[in-house]
């Protein structure tokens, strides 16, 4: 009888061998260089995203990097805090998605999760993406979180977040966002992190605030805009739950600010940021608190375009100097004890 099992249990050991073998085989030479392969077809290493992230190693010290092929990945995938120095590189961010449809009021049927309404979490340090897309289908009807990062020294490259109300949670920890395009309604950029978005493309949709900053009191730099593109909806807005229904006039007078203070000292800076006529003249909003307004730290340099009027913005913000704003870089925002160099260029 032990031999038996034995037997079945050497025959299933090599059918997983082979298994493994096949699927390793049927990668391209440049699929290879990666340590996991997840495709939503099959044709990949793995199917399921979550388990080739709970492949890497614990505590892991070198880059594992898991090749996202095209397609849409549906559910709650989270990064755990032991799982570090994750890459995820997908093909091609307008057809890479990595996709969730509930809000922080709505629950899956099958499942309860810890992060309730939030389709990707990052706990682990050193995380980084490229060419991918998070999103939030839930619809303009509560907070509904396309990423969560809590994580330390987080980098996304050419990624698209794409939501309503908080698509974007920065929590803790810092993170640098290059190429980028967030989209959201209310509150779409926030949380308590260091964060630098350089060269990005920020898209209010249906007017709203921008950003919601919780930035610690004696945190030098909250969320910073370098060189980013500030845009708005231009077309009527459609309801999500009834296409049948819109807004009044909710073309390009459907104004947004460029944030409010979600605790006392937020920070939020722009800089040399071209800003569309969405933008509201007096730029930014105390939350229905005027004592935020001796407290927050909001300002801008060198804004351009039909949303920038310096002489129009809410006395309480701050238009910057010229040797103020030159002192505010990639290096000055994110370089930290450790030195972080998210940008790979001699700073």
């Not at 849409?72 to 091609?92: A, D, M, P």
Request: hydrophobic share 35%.
């Amino acid at each position: 009888m032990r031999n038996n099992l034995l037997g079945k249990i050497n025959i299933v050991a090599a059918l997983l061998m082979i298994s493994a073998a096949s699927a390793s085989a049927s990668l391209t030479m440049e699929e290879t260089k990666f340590d996991a392969v997840v495709s939503a077809n099959g044709s990949g290493i793995k199917t399921n995203l979550q388990d080739a992230i709970n492949a890497a190693p614990d505590s892991g010290t070198n880059a594992f990097r898991i090749l996202v092929k095209s397609g849409t990945y549906e559910g709650q995938f989270i990064v755990s805090k032991n799982k570090r120095h994750i890459e995820l590189i997908g093909e091609n961010a307008t057809n890479t998605f990595l996709t969730y449809a509930l809000n922080v009021r709505e629950t899956d049927a099958s499942t309860i999760p810890q992060f309730k309404g939030t389709g990707v979490v990052v706990l682990g340090d050193d995380f980084s993406a490229d060419r991918i897309t998070f999103q939030n289908t839930s619809g303009d009807h509560g907070q509904a979180l396309a990423l969560r990062a809590d994580g330390d020294r987080e980098k996304f490259t050419n990624c698209r977040m794409l939501g309503w109300q908080d698509t974007l949670m920065l929590n803790l920890g810092r993170d640098y966002f290059t190429n980028c395009y967030v989209a959201g309604r209310v509150d779409f950029i926030y949380g308590s992190a260091t964060a630098l978005f350089d060269h990005c493309e920020i898209h209010s949709k249906n007017g709203g605030h921008v950003t919601a900053a919780n930035t610690p009191k004696d945190q030098p730099f909250g969320l910073v805009f370098l060189n980013c593109r500030l845009t708005g909806d231009s077309q009527p807005w459609v309801n999500p739950t009834n296409s049948a229904a819109t807004t009044n006039a909710t073309t390009n007078n459907a104004y947004a600010d460029l944030g409010r203070p979600w605790r006392s000292y937020a920070s939020v800076t722009y800089l040399n940021c071209e800003m569309g006529g969405h933008i509201k003249p007096e730029g930014w909003n105390n939350w229905r608190n005027p004592t935020n307004e001796l407290t927050a730290r909001f300002a801008e340099y060198n804004s351009t375009g039909p949303g920038a009027n310096p002489d129009q913005r809410v006395k309480w913000a701050k238009q910057l100097t010229k040797q103020e704003a030159k002192n505010i870089t990639v290096k000055s925002v994110l370089d930290g004890s450790d030195a972080w160099n998210p940008t790979g260029q001699p700073q």
